[in-house]
């Protein structure tokens, strides 16, 4: 059975920097594209960022620029590597594998992790 487990998250200034980490088990987890989902208050959760198992990265326009995906084969994690944050930021940041639809891409497995979370204030 599948399991995310994210870590990380915290409280942070505006402009501050966060590294958040997603570790993956019950899956072989280099054969898939894995994403970076956040959820906000009253939001629907979002894709933001993604990897591919080919190790191409993709990214919303609101974080293109200030957040890095990355991935680790060996120790199967994802991280997020975030940069001027700012309070538009702050959310639940969820890891999960992704299927591709043509163009699109959506999460794989119906269960998620209990996510972590992100708060940018001063």
């Known amino acids: 059975q599948v399991q995310f487990v994210e870590s990380g998250g915290g409280l942070v200034p505006p402009g501050g920097s966060l590294r958040i980490s997603c570790e993956v088990s019950g899956i072989t987890f280099p054969i898939y594209s894995m994403g970076w989902f956040r959820q906000a208050p009253g939001k629907q959760r979002e894709l933001i960022a993604v990897?591919?198992?080919?190790?191409?990265?993709h990214y919303v326009e609101s974080v293109k620029g200030r957040f890095i995906i990355s991935r680790d084969n060996g120790r199967d994690m994802v991280i997020l590597q975030m940069s001027s944050l700012k309070p538009e930021d702050s959310a639940v940041y969820y890891c999960?594998?992704?299927?591709?639809?043509?163009?699109?891409?959506?999460?794989?497995?119906?269960?998620w992790g209990q996510g972590t979370q992100v708060t940018v204030s001063s």
């Open positions: 999960n594998a992704l299927s591709e639809t043509g163009s699109e891409y959506t999460n794989e497995f119906d269960s």
């Open positions: 990897v591919t198992n080919g190790g191409a990265k």
